[in-house]
């Protein structure tokens, strides 16, 4: 998922240096947690389209890094707003080819396709399919009531 944490009390603190995730699970696992990472961020994106959460939870350079920022913005004002299609390859060919993906070899290939293109495309193909279904709903509590339903996640912090 695309996280960013907000903290509400304490402070942040910047480590210096790089960071590894050297995850050695399989590719099932792999597949099995993005997809439920897909359905989350499905519902993220019908609950910012469609206005669903109670309450201004967006993300400012106050709140969080100027960078997450300029990410979240970025991926509501443009990324989310264009064919998923086409938003998916886009991205798929910035990180392959422009950021140079393509010099991990064979692994990075498949990495590259599963994270940036099959992920976001599932994502996308799941907001279609959830939309489609929800579209039914006559009033803010209908829906987020659907979108439940549909999703088995609780969405009790929306009401």
Same mark, same amino acid.
């Given at each position: ?88 390859? %886009?991205?798929?060919?910035?990180? =392959?080819?422009?950021? @140079?993906?393509?010099?991990?070899? &064979? /692994?990075?290939? !498949?990495?590259? #396709? ?9 994502? %996308?193909?799941?907001?279609?399919? =959830?939309?489609?279904? @929800?579209?039914?709903?006559?009033? &803010? /509590?209908?829906? !987020?009531?659907? #979108? ?12």
């Amino acid at each position: 998922m695309d996280e960013h944490m907000v903290l509400k009390s304490g402070r942040a603190v910047v480590i210096d240096g790089g960071f590894a995730d050297c995850n050695l699970n399989d590719l099932t696992f792999f597949t099995t947690k993005h997809n439920r990472y897909a359905t989350r961020e499905a519902m993220d994106v019908l609950i910012e389209k469609y206005g669903l959460r109670v309450g201004d939870v967006r993300m400012t350079t106050k709140s969080v890094s100027a960078q997450a920022a300029i990410k979240r913005w970025t991926k509501e004002k443009i990324y989310n707003r264009c064919p998923f299609w086409l938003s998916v390859t %886009g991205y798929f060919l910035y990180r =392959y080819v422009i950021r @140079l993906g393509f010099l991990d070899g &064979r /692994e990075g290939l !498949v990495y590259h #396709l599963l994270q940036g293109f099959w992920y976001r495309f599932l994502v %996308g193909a799941k907001v279609m399919e =959830y939309e489609k279904l @929800l579209s039914s709903a006559t009033n &803010r /509590e209908e829906a !987020v009531r659907e #979108l439940a339903g549909l999703t088995g996640y609780d969405v009790s912090d929306l009401k």
